[in-house]
């Protein structure tokens, strides 16, 4: 799972680094709030409506969509984020509203760059694996981002 928050933050690094900054600056990883949201598919996470939505692309697009359905929620979410701290941040993922707006959400969806150095998903993916080898389980969060 390590590897696929070090793939998500290229993405997320790229496509909203004025949110990626604000969240390094707060010391918020993804595991705090990506985690919930890929495990369930979104289930606990989304009205069911919207989730079944994501479900259908997912079948039909892969594990891809699935993060860059969280980069479309940071980027509905943005300018809310960027105005709290880290408690607040995290409880707000956490717990996200329950009245989302579909339309916009799958507009900002779309709106997402899958690609980084014209590396797709997949290959930003294996580079990290390869490249991040010190990543276990048991590596402590302070010392993921130092090496």
């Excluded at 909203?16 to 918020?28: C, E, G, I, Q």
């Excluded at 595991?31 to 919207?50: A, H, M």
């Excluded at 969806?109 to 990290?128: D, L, Y």
Aim: charged share 20%.
């Amino acid at each position: 799972m390590l590897t696929y928050f070090a793939a998500f933050e290229v993405f997320f690094e790229e496509n909203l680094p004025k949110l990626f900054a604000h969240f390094k600056t707060n010391n918020l990883t993804p595991d705090i709030y990506l985690i919930d949201w890929i495990f369930t598919l979104y289930s606990k996470s989304l009205p069911l409506d919207l989730a079944c939505r994501v479900w259908d692309v997912f079948c039909r697009d892969g594990e891809e969509f699935l993060f860059r359905t969280a980069l479309g929620l940071l980027r509905l979410y943005q300018d809310v984020l960027t105005c709290m701290d880290f408690i607040h941040m995290a409880q707000f993922l956490t717990r996200l509203p329950d009245l989302i707006p579909a339309e916009q959400l799958f507009q900002h969806i779309a709106s997402v760059h899958m690609t980084s150095r014209n590396r797709k998903w997949a290959q930003v993916g294996a580079c990290e694996r390869n490249t991040r080898p010190y990543l276990t389980p048991n590596t402590p969060p302070l010392l993921r981002g130092r090496q």
